[in-house]
């Protein structure tokens, strides 16, 4: 059972909203089978007034491998070459169609295409470099 705690989460219009959201170590104590762990997950950045959340490289990596574990091996390459062209919003309802023609049942093809988006999403802030290296390491996972 994760313990929730909760926080106010201000938007970019100014407004405030109380949400409850799973504490940071039981999440991480969840994904300890993966390696490459690093505690600080997310950093905030402020732009102009308001707190955006920007998800580090690691946490946004750890999404997508434990996303893509035990797919097909031809889904996960489909989704990668989808995340290589298309922006994220394109690229989650492609990669949601991909894994419906893959046969995948529509809650799994929800993880599917949300690991397509945070793909495009490492493409698009951390550039070609970063996707390369993630992509690597789950052609390496694949075998």
């Known amino acids: 059972m994760w313990k929730k705690r909760q926080t ?15 504490s ?7 994904c300890e089978s993966f ?8 950093t905030i950045e402020h732009e102009k007034g308001g707190a955006v ?11 997508v ?14 989704c990668v070459s989808i995340a290589a062209e298309k922006a994220p919003s394109s690229a989650f ?14 809650f799994r093809a929800r993880g599917v295409a949300k690991a397509t988006r945070w793909l495009a999403v490492i493409r698009r802030d951390y550039g ?3 996707f ?3 992509t690597g390491t789950l052609a390496k996972e694949e075998t």
């Not at 959340?53 to 999404?63: G, M, N, P, T």
């Open 65 to 78: 491998r434990s996303l893509f574990h035990g797919k097909d091996r031809d889904l996960v390459r489909e």
């Open 93 to 106: 309802d492609l990669g949601t169609r991909a894994a419906m023609l893959a046969g995948v049942d529509e």
């Open 24 to 30: 940071k170590d039981l999440w991480t104590s969840q």
């Open 8 to 22: 106010n989460l201000n938007t970019r219009d100014g407004h405030t909203h109380k949400v409850t959201i799973p």
């Open 128 to 130: 070609i470099e970063k």
């Open 35 to 42: 390696e490459g762990i690093i505690p600080s997950f997310s």
């Open 132 to 134: 390369n290296q993630l």
């Open 53 to 63: 959340v920007k998800r580090s490289f690691e946490e946004i990596s750890l999404r």
